[in-house]
């Protein structure tokens, strides 16, 4: 539910419009008139906790043609009054005067509504409508911020002077909303000091891992009333985190032993959205691909390989560049480097398209920068350093 800390707050809200419309405050032959539009309402902080100031900022709304029975001329008689397209935008609205009040408490909201009518809607009655056509109500009901769900509460509105002094204007009672989506961020990520703070939203959405480094899962979703996490977790509140293995509940006790993938879905009257984590248990002589980029300032190639995302229990001893693709690099003669935890590790690539033994069994995550191996005066082909690198490493867990 919100509160003065959510403020200020600005909502949209869809305007559709019914009202019955009688040509006297007693009644007698009257119409049903419809319309849409929208209107911005902005939500302003008060001295009273419970209470919000409310302030029109933009509204718009067109109704559909009518024929309206009124007796303009006063003579006795109804004529018909045709309303063909009258249409009212802030203009016509005295807005710094409207506005109003809504209660946290209770969900109510009063808006005081003044607006001005120009008299060139009805064309067929100029003599009888020349000046502008004063408005003022009130427009009062339940209004949901979350949803943005807006339910009226039915009021009578009599014009008092002018042209059309009389005409009653009953307004039905009508339910309208904001189209309304919940949204979830659903993260995963290796237990590490680098994953320390992580937000749902920051965490990585696939973790490479051996069966038994743990993981965690985090989530945080809005609009709605929770989330369903499947498989294992179940139905979860709106933000959390979960380990897993977890000891102290039997039924998270064990590791993700094999491949997994993990979705979220949102619960509640917001339209319910889904969101996925992978987590790949790699096994023995598994190949895991990745880039490397140009770095102008440095003149090598690089690629980070978080250990809050890579599992350093996976150990990598054979590494290849790959060409064919529309952007990769054509130069043939490599050295990469792998730099982790204050230890590098270099190994001579000779060629393209070929394994090639690291020199050195390593850990997978850490830094890989790549330099190209130029002949004495030789360069590298013109818009080489826009090419990527396409590169596999091949390893595997031993417990």
Not at 144 to 167: C, E, H, N, Q, V
Not at 198 to 226: D, E, F, G, M, R
């Amino acid at each position: 539910m919100a509160d003065q800390k959510d403020l200020p707050l600005t909502l949209e809200l869809p305007m559709n419009l019914r009202a019955l419309v009688y040509p006297t405050p007693e009644g007698g032959r009257g119409v049903i008139a419809r319309g849409s539009g929208f209107w911005t309402l902005r939500f302003e902080a008060t001295r009273d906790k419970n209470i919000a100031r409310v302030r029109i900022k933009d509204i718009s709304v067109a109704l559909d043609p009518l024929f309206i029975p009124f007796d303009i001329d006063r003579d006795g008689m109804l004529e018909c009054i045709e309303v063909d397209d009258l249409r009212l935008t802030a203009r016509d609205f005295d807005l710094r005067r409207s506005g109003g009040e809504y209660d946290f408490r209770t969900g109510y909201i009063t808006l005081n509504i003044r607006l001005v009518v120009r008299p060139d809607f009805l064309p067929q009655y100029k003599e009888f409508a020349a000046q502008p056509i004063p408005f003022q109500f009130q427009e009062r009901g339940w209004l949901d911020l979350t949803s943005g769900r807006f339910k009226t509460d039915a009021g009578t509105w009599t014009i008092p002077d002018g042209p059309l002094a009389g005409l009653s204007i009953v307004g039905d009672q009508f339910t309208t909303e904001i189209p309304c989506s919940a949204t979830l961020s659903l993260g995963v990520g290796l237990k590490t000091s680098s994953f320390y703070g992580k937000s749902a939203k920051q965490a990585p959405k696939k973790v490479w891992k051996c069966a038994k480094t743990p993981i965690i899962l985090l989530w945080q979703a809005t609009n709605c009333t929770q989330v369903d996490i499947q498989p294992l977790l179940g139905v979860k509140n709106l933000t959390g985190y979960q380990e897993l293995p977890d000891i102290s509940n039997p039924t998270l006790k064990d590791p993700v032993m094999k491949s997994t993938a993990f979705t979220g879905e949102t619960q509640g009257e917001c339209d319910s959205v889904t969101d996925e984590v992978n987590v790949y248990v790699v096994g023995e002589g598994e190949e895991i691909s990745q880039t490397a980029t140009y770095e102008p300032e440095y003149k090598f190639w690089t690629a980070q390989l978080p250990d809050h995302t890579y599992d350093q229990n996976i150990k990598v001893s054979q590494i290849i560049i790959d060409s064919g693709k529309s952007d990769s690099i054509t130069h043939p003669r490599w050295r990469v480097d792998h730099v982790f935890s204050g230890a590098a590790t270099g190994t001579e690539i000779p060629a393209l398209n070929n394994w090639t033994n690291l020199s050195k069994v390593h850990a997978l995550p850490g830094e890989y920068r790549f330099t190209p191996r130029l002949a004495s005066g030789s360069k590298l082909p013109s818009g080489e350093e826009k090419r990527i690198i396409y590169f596999r490493l091949k390893g595997g867990c031993k417990w």
